[in-house]
């Protein structure tokens, strides 16, 4: 019979490997230097770039990257609307309909990036090559602590890098530190419009089904009011580029006890498309010198 043991922390973590009933010994120990992550390359240049899929796309300088397909799809199917498809990128997982709203020094573009670290970097990388320079996501995210009501806002202020993406981007550390600059000037934005809001730090991960108490409470303890899948890796992309970002978080579902509740987030429908005009408004409204 064969069983599986193992203990590490957060240098050196043991290979867990069979054993037998009378041993325990790991067979061999799986450093951070082993870790593929560990080989930090910042070299500048790639062989597969951004503006090889960006091609001739042109985009607005800035972009609201906005996870809420329900309220694109029923934006774009609006004839009143005013959004204007300036271009398409098709990915394994379906094409990417980039729209712009508004002309001249109103004009955004507006996009889904997909859910997920890899994919949402993607289509970052790809507007960013295309003439991106500011830009400010806004999607829905579990809550991890019980004050935050479905619907409340959240600026974040850091996100702990619990991804693989943002490695590839920046040297390793536990967690980013989001731009302060665009972050205070949304945070203003949404005080002068009087919208209730918060700015806390949030958990980005790739682990949608490892989220266990004990990980919750960790980061719970961390101070995390809400945890992302694409945070701590877009911010990691734009400080690279040398781009400016932000982002609003809405409190979605609850992993605030031991027991998941839903709280029908996804249909929170005035919630969503709320805050997409605020993200589109906010973004037109942030000012660098």
């Known amino acids: 019979m064969s069983t599986w043991s193992g203990a590490g922390d957060a240098t050196s973590v043991l290979l867990l490997m069979p054993t037998d009933s009378t041993s325990q010994e790991p067979v061999s120990e799986f450093g951070w230097s082993d870790h593929p992550l560990s080989e930090l390359d910042l070299d500048r240049s790639a062989i597969l770039?951004?503006?090889?899929?960006?091609?001739?796309?042109?985009?607005?300088?800035?972009?609201?990257?906005?996870?809420?397909?329900?309220?694109?799809?029923?934006?774009?199917?609006?004839?009143?609307?005013?959004?204007?498809?300036?271009?398409?990128?098709?990915?394994?997982?379906?094409?990417?309909?980039?729209?712009?709203?508004?002309?001249?020094?109103?004009?955004?573009?507006?996009?889904?990036?997909?859910?997920?670290?890899?994919?949402?970097?993607?289509?970052?990388?790809?507007?960013?090559?295309?003439?991106?320079?500011?830009?400010?996501?806004?999607?829905?995210?579990?809550?991890?602590?019980?004050?935050?009501?479905?619907?409340?806002?959240?600026?974040?202020?850091?996100?702990?890098?619990?991804?693989?993406?943002s490695f590839h981007y920046l040297p390793a550390s536990r967690s980013i530190d989001l731009d302060a600059g665009v972050s205070g000037q949304l945070a203003d934005f949404l005080a002068a419009r009087g919208v209730p809001h918060r700015q806390a730090p949030v958990w980005t991960t790739d682990g949608l089904f490892r989220e266990t108490p004990a990980r919750v409470a960790r980061r719970r303890d961390e101070g995390c009011a809400l945890v992302d899948m694409e945070c701590s890796a877009l911010a990691a992309v734009c400080e690279f580029r040398g781009v400016r970002f932000g982002q609003f978080l809405y409190a979605g579902d609850s992993l605030a006890t031991d027991d998941w509740d839903h709280r029908g987030w996804q249909q929170a429908a005035d919630v969503r498309e709320t805050l997409l005009d605020l993200a589109i408004d906010a973004s037109r409204a942030l000012r660098f010198g």
């Open 49 to 165: 770039e951004p503006h090889h899929i960006a091609g001739d796309l042109r985009v607005p300088e800035r972009v609201v990257l906005c996870f809420f397909y329900d309220v694109l799809t029923r934006r774009a199917a609006d004839p009143d609307a005013g959004w204007v498809p300036i271009g398409a990128r098709d990915l394994e997982n379906g094409p990417r309909t980039i729209w712009q709203v508004g002309e001249g020094e109103d004009a955004v573009a507006v996009l889904n990036p997909g859910t997920g670290a890899p994919t949402s970097v993607t289509m970052l990388e790809v507007v960013i090559a295309a003439g991106a320079t500011s830009v400010v996501a806004v999607g829905g995210a579990g809550a991890l602590v019980d004050e935050l009501a479905l619907g409340q806002v959240v600026i974040p202020t850091a996100a702990i890098r619990d991804e693989g993406t």
